[in-house]
């Protein structure tokens, strides 16, 4: 495996984990711990592999452990961190963006993984079930339901529960 190819999906990584955490630092802490894995189990690494989708899986299994300690909080963009998106220069512009991802934090972390994965990251619906090893049918249902639910947000109706009586 040649380094450099590691070294050209550091951009995708770092979009994803900041799009993810929301906090430049939490990020770029994750994707280091991603590329760290990466290197000590090389030797895991299938040639011929789809070398992203092994590594969103590192950064994945990484994230859930994180989740799992308590270690890492998502936080939102400070007011310089903010500054950086980018976005056309309008000031309505910046606060759609601003709103956007201040609706995606009140998306469920599982179901805002996979709209990342999909709208980010343009994977593929098998390539995300690969990934966190889940049915494509699950996929499927976690967007949909993300989707929704982002769209609820966005215009300001409060998410709703779904919730059916079975007899």
């Known amino acids: 495996m040649d380094s450099r ?3 050209a999906e550091l951009p995708r990584l770092r979009r994803y984990a900041r799009a993810m955490l929301g906090d430049r630092a939490a990020a770029d802490d994750l994707v280091q711990d991603t590329l760290e894995r990466a290197w000590s189990r090389l030797a895991q690494w299938r040639p011929g592999s789809d070398l992203r989708a092994w ?3 590192i950064m994945h299994n990484l994230r859930i452990d994180q989740l799992r300690r308590g270690g890492l909080a998502t936080t939102s963009l400070d007011d310089d961190e903010a500054a950086e998106v980018p976005v056309r220069p309008t ?3 910046l606060l759609e963006v601003m709103d956007l991802e201040s609706a995606l934090r009140q998306v469920p972390e599982e179901q805002r993984q996979i709209l990342l994965l999909v709208a980010l990251e343009e994977m593929s619906y098998a ?3 690969a990934l966190l090893g889940i049915p494509v049918g699950t996929v499927m249902s976690r967007l949909s339901r993300g989707r929704e639910r982002l769209r609820q947000v966005m215009e300001g109706r409060q998410p ?3 919730l059916r009586v079975v007899r």
């Open 91 to 93: 000031q309505s512009d």
């Open 127 to 129: 390539d995300i079930a």
């Open 5 to 7: 190819a590691i070294l």
């Open 55 to 57: 590594l969103f899986g």
């Open 160 to 162: 709703t529960a779904n």
